[in-house]
Nanobody, 120 residues
Framework: QVQLVESGGGLVQAGGSLRLSCVASGRTSTNYPMGWFRQAPGKEREFVGKISSGGELTFYMDSVKGRFTISRDNAENTVYLQMNSLKPEDTAVYYC?????????????WGQGTQVTVSS
């Protein structure tokens, strides 16, 4: 079992930056690829990006490429989502998730989410 807790959300003006954190606990949590998702009001949850268990591989959805960066510190059991050049359309609840599989992930574990609001 893996437990995930996100933090770092808040209100920011367009063009600003935020860094979200996701602390993992539980058995072998550092062995899991991790991902970030978001869900805006009235919309389905969407994939933002993912990072491999060792941090050597990352993958992002097109709309955040060049603006968002995922990293991890396995010594601290923490995954980060650095968000720069934020836009109002980035407003959403952001979730981190863990999976056993890098290819065809099933995202077995989820955090409770943290709200990000970008004002125009």
């Amino acid at each position: 079992q893996v437990q995930l807790v996100e933090s770092g959300g808040g209100l920011v003006q367009a063009g600003g930056s935020l860094r979200l954190s996701c602390v993992a606990s539980g058995r072998t949590s550092t062995n899991y690829p991790m991902g970030w998702f978001r869900q805006a009001p009235g919309k389905e949850r969407e994939f933002v990006g993912k990072i491999s268990s060792g941090g050597e591989l990352t993958f992002y959805m097109d709309s955040v490429k060049g603006r968002f960066t995922i990293s991890r510190d396995n010594a601290e059991n923490t995954v980060y989502l650095q968000m720069n050049s934020l836009k109002p359309e980035d407003t959403a609840v952001y979730y981190c998730a863990a999976t056993r599989f890098w290819v065809s992930p099933s995202w077995e574990y989820w955090g409770q989410g943290t709200q990000v609001t970008v004002s125009s």
